[in-house]
């Protein structure tokens, strides 16, 4: 589903989230500058990373041990803004993990109990841990995921891109998705992979020209799936349908047959040009 994006209100040296319930809750704020911030124990609190008062971004990493915890599943645990970074190599994450601006995160592993959002120009990118709501890419935003597993829906648009090359989809099964894949206003997913199907036919590279339906395959990394729903138009907020792109990549067996072949075909050159032999060369 779409996600509402909640208030932040700062007063003073202070700092609260106004959450859903009309309460405010404990802000953590990482802005030093610095690139060796690392969170390996528990806060109950939400976490903010951003760049210092001079404008030199802030990296925080998150190892064995973290534990962060919110109140209201509406809000991020996490974000991050400017040009900072945010990496989750471990850990527990109860609400939802977004970047914002230009800002950066990294999951390489942990446990994310909801969504993964990114918006407005950020960058995330997913290669291990679990996810265990949707993945939302929207306002030119990015998000790249080459492992770890995805349990619900996948979403990119406004001029936003969702690139898939590996990785567990629809990990909690696809009766508990809302749309599977899902984009519209000039939003973009990119499946890489090979064998896949559209509504029970094969497929090659390009983009689809159904609006809907179920698509099944194997991505770059071996992950198969099998009818996940589509939907290019989910939303009919007047910004038009999205795009699915299928990038089919060759099969080793073939790549390698390819790379046999083009040795031959060089060999065969070398000879006729008298510039060396193959039998020189065995």
């Known amino acids: 589903m779409m996600i509402t994006r909640s208030m932040t209100f700062f007063f003073g040296t202070a ?3 106004l959450l859903s319930s009309g309460t405010a809750h404990a802000l953590t704020t990482f802005d030093n500058g610095l690139s060796d911030t690392i969170v390996d124990y528990a806060l109950n609190d939400y976490i903010r990373v951003r ?19 919110g109140t209201d599943s509406a809000d991020d645990t996490v974000w991050t803004e400017d040009s900072s970074e945010v990496v989750i190599n471990d850990g527990f994450f109860e609400d939802d993990v977004s970047a914002y601006n230009q800002s950066s995160i990294f999951i ?39 492992g770890g597993s995805i349990g619900e829906d996948i979403e990119a648009s406004n001029n936003a891109t969702v690139d898939i090359s590996g990785g567990e989809l629809a990990a909690n099964g696809v009766i508990h998705l809302d749309y599977g894949l899902a984009v519209d206003g000039n939003g973009l997913i990119i499946l890489r992979g090979l064998s896949f ?16 339906g179920t698509i099944s395959g194997t991505l770059a990394d071996g992950s198969a799936f099998t009818n996940l729903p589509f939907d290019r138009n989910p939303f009919d907020d007047g910004g038009g349908p999205g795009s699915i792109q299928i990038d089919v990549i ?14 031959v075909v060089l060999l065969r050159r070398w000879n006729r040009h008298g510039e060396h032999d193959a039998e020189a060369l065995n």
Do not use: K
């Open 197 to 212: 199907s559209v509504n029970g036919s094969p497929v090659s590279s390009g983009f689809l020209a159904e609006v809907s």
């Open 250 to 263: 060759p099969e080793p067996g073939s790549l390698a047959l390819l790379l046999g072949l083009g040795g």
């Open 15 to 17: 700092s609260a989230v």
């Open 51 to 69: 760049d210092s008062s001079v404008g030199s971004p802030t990296r925080v990493t998150f190892n064995t041990g973290a534990n962060i915890t």
């Open 108 to 146: 390489n592993g942990g446990i994310l109990d909801d969504d993964v959002y990114a918006e407005g120009s950020s960058t995330i990118t997913i290669t291990g841990g679990s996810v265990a709501d949707d993945v939302e890419a929207t306002q030119g935003s990015a998000i790249y995921i080459s």
